[in-house]
């Protein structure tokens, strides 16, 4: 498996799209706007992949000097539970700490929060519903 930044626009990027529609927005009856794909293109994407094919993805978006957001993470339904998403989460925090951040937050499915927490986040606030879907803001330092 091989993880990269990926370009925004690229044949890579328009995978990371379908995947997230279809892993994160179509089972809430969504799917991505042209306004979210026009903000990616100030965020650092990054995609796991097989050959040519994307197994998961996620995406970093500046917050200040010292937050990072990871936002979008998805990993293909069958391949959930394969290490993709630790290996993802992995390649996110190297990226973020090299770029001088110290804090990785993110706004957690409730359902994931499991995940989260064996690698090394905590909850740092209330339960809230973000597309209708239980939330909790985890954090790690970094």
Known sequence: MALKIIDHGSKEYQQMVELRNEILRKPLGLLLTEEDINADKN????GAFEDEKMLGCCMLVK????IVLL?????IFDLQ??????ALMQFAENIARDMGYREISMHARKNAAGFYEK???RESSNEFTNLTIPHIVMKKYI
Request: glycine share 22%; proline share 0%.
């Open 43 to 46: 965020n650092i994407l990054i």
């Open 63 to 66: 917050q200040s000097g010292q």
């Open 71 to 75: 936002r979008q993470m998805a990993v």
């Open 81 to 86: 539970g394969k290490g993709i998403g630790r």
């Open 119 to 121: 690698m090394g986040y």
